[in-house]
């Protein structure tokens, strides 16, 4: 059965736009002084900079994205970084692209 809220999760460009530079962050972001870009993932403070909203909008949109499970925060002193779940992600694929 087609998952509603992961089809609203990808219905939104700026969400798209967030799993397509998370899947590649030393390209699309700077190095940040704390946590690893591709270890810990992206501080929501670079996001909603690169996507040009403000914070409370850019956390609106990673937490949609984090409630169907295509991204995972991980908290690191006071900030949130995100990464892609990429077995999720394979699975929202596979889900999509079957016979429903």
Same mark, same amino acid.
């Given at each position: 059965? *087609?998952?509603?809220?992961?089809?609203?999760?990808?219905?939104?460009?700026? @969400? *798209?736009?967030? =799993? /397509?530079?998370? $899947? !590649?962050? /030393?390209?699309?972001?700077?190095?940040? $002084?704390? %946590?690893? =870009? +591709? @270890?810990?993932? +992206?501080? #929501? *403070?670079?996001?909603? !900079?690169?996507?040009?909203? #403000?914070?409370?909008?850019? %956390? /609106?949109?990673?937490? +949609?994205?984090?409630? +169907?499970?295509?991204?995972?925060? @991980?908290?690191?002193?006071?900030?949130?970084?995100?990464? @892609?779940? !990429? %077995? $999720?992600?394979?699975?929202?694929? /596979? =889900? *999509? #692209? #079957?016979?429903?």
């Amino acid at each position: 059965m *087609l998952d509603v809220d992961l089809v609203k999760a990808l219905a939104n460009d700026k @969400r *798209l736009l967030i =799993l /397509e530079w998370l $899947r !590649e962050p /030393e390209r699309h972001f700077p190095p940040q $002084r704390d %946590g690893d =870009l +591709v @270890r810990d993932g +992206v501080c #929501s *403070l670079f996001i909603a !900079e690169k996507l040009g909203v #403000s914070q409370p909008t850019c %956390g /609106e949109h990673l937490k +949609v994205l984090a409630k +169907v499970g295509l991204i995972r925060g @991980r908290k690191i002193k006071q900030w949130v970084f995100y990464q @892609r779940d !990429e %077995g $999720r992600i394979a699975a929202a694929k /596979e =889900l *999509l #692209s #079957s016979d429903w």
